[in-house]
């Protein structure tokens, strides 16, 4: 029997128009649609398939707003049996490793986990940091980039890939996981698992549920901080070269005063 947990998060739509908000120069969530992230559904259906390969259970994990809760019913949807939500106001504006303190603390509500799986990175952030600072928060094994996984027994086996190659992994449970684009296609969800999802637990907390002191998250406390940002510049025409024989020198002469060339 494996215990999992899945690490989800809510972010604006990547085709939505996307900018930070005026005043802390934090992202501004209700300027886009909100959806789970696609990375995240790849590490549910990952969750997923090892779950219906054997027994287990599957507890999908969120830091985020209240309307996060749209994102959780999309992962329990797909199959997911239960979750937490950690939302609090406390939490805005907080860095890689609050939000990492936030996790940990989270999945301590877990009773006896084997395995937790996450994406390599969120669209909104980019950090890519979280896993590797979460498994070091709880001292267990961090296979990251993951392209393969398969557990067999006690032992989680992964195909690392990267820019310089593919390396193979190792390792004992318990252990975290993140999961790269090429793992595998997510399930869509069902109507009788979208219905089944509304049934299914959410247990909703604050930091102060989970024993962390609210004075060590937040913006305020964040070790990096945007303290600038202006929209990007409307983009501009372009320049329209008439080929009258000569149209090849008049680009080469375009591109050296630009000096592009």
Known sequence: MTNIVVLVKQVPDTYSERKLTAGDH???RESADAVL?????????????????????????????????????????????????VSDEALHGSDVLATARV??????????YDLIIAGNEASDGRGGA??????????????THVR??????????????????ITHLEATLPALVSVGEKIN???????????AAKKKPVDTLTVAD??????????????????????????????RVDDEGDGGSKVAEYLVSQKII
């Open 26 to 28: 934090t992202l501004d």
């Open 37 to 85: 992230d696609e990375i995240n559904e790849k590490a549910v259906e990952e969750a997923l398939k090892i779950k219906e390969a054997g027994e287990g259970e599957v507890t999908v994990v969120s830091v985020g707003p209240d309307r996060a809760t749209d994102a959780i019913r999309k992962a329990l949807s797909m199959g997911a049996d239960k979750a937490i939500h």
């Open 103 to 112: 996790i940990a603390a989270a999945i301590g509500r877990v009773e006896g």
């Open 130 to 143: 979280v896993p590797a600072v979460l498994a070091e928060l709880l001292g267990i094994p961090q296979l």
């Open 148 to 165: 393969v996984l398969n557990v067999e027994g006690s032992t989680v086996k992964a195909d690392r890939e990267t820019e310089e190659g």
């Open 185 to 195: 296609e997510p399930r869509y969800p069902s109507f009788k698992g979208i219905m």
């Open 210 to 239: 989970l024993g962390v002191d609210a004075g060590a998250v937040g913006l305020g406390n964040a070790w990096s901080s945007v303290v600038e940002s202006a929209p990007k510049p409307p983009r501009q025409a372009g320049q």
